[in-house]
């Protein structure tokens, strides 16, 4: 069974050993390096993770189309006036399975407060490491079926649809950067 993460986006950020030097050099590439290291864990694990960011000013959630063309990956930030710790909260509120749900803050409060509620909660070291992990188990699996099939190329297992979302995802990336 899946589990469905409530990533507190910007806390993730400021308080792991991992991003906040680089939150500190520059909050957008860092922001960036987040969503991508999160997308992949989705990719990697099956799990929907809503990676939840405090609002841009908007007066509803938006939800920001997304480019890698994971699924069950959304990024999301909360509407004005609105943090993204009242959203997950409410979320978790309001969700009738919260047994699968974990929510991944440093924030004491919000941990507490959803746990109560009956979720899972995951600080972000922690859950940074359970990326990272799920990252090398990953590589190890490719690497294996490598070995086992003979193929030399990722691209020769992949389907067509995957191989047009890793292009398209490649080319982001390149425009990104410029």
Do not use: W
Not at 21 to 30: C, I, K, M, P, S
Not at 54 to 74: I, L, T
Not at 134 to 145: E, F, H, L, P
């Amino acid at each position: 069974m899946s589990s469905i993460y409530y990533v507190d986006g910007y806390n993730v950020l400021h308080h792991s050993t991992e991003l906040k030097a680089l939150v500190r050099q520059d909050l957008e590439t860092a922001r960036d390096g987040l969503i991508e290291k999160v997308s992949i864990f989705c990719m990697a694990t099956g799990n929907v993770v809503h990676l939840v960011f405090d609002g841009r000013g908007m007066h509803q959630v938006e939800r920001v189309p997304n480019s890698a063309g994971v699924k069950g990956f959304d990024v999301l930030y909360t509407p004005t006036g609105t943090t993204a710790d009242s959203f997950i909260e409410r979320s978790v509120y309001k969700a009738s399975n919260r047994l699968s749900l974990v929510v991944v803050s440093n924030d004491r409060s919000l941990r507490d407060l959803c746990r109560n509620m009956g979720a899972l909660t995951m600080d972000s070291d922690n859950f940074l490491g359970t990326v990272r992990e799920a990252r090398v188990d990953t590589s190890a699996i490719v690497a294996g079926t490598q070995r086992n099939t003979g193929m030399s190329q990722l691209e020769e297992r992949l389907g067509s649809d995957t191989l047009q979302r890793l292009e398209q995802l490649k080319k982001t990336l390149k425009e990104k950067k410029g």
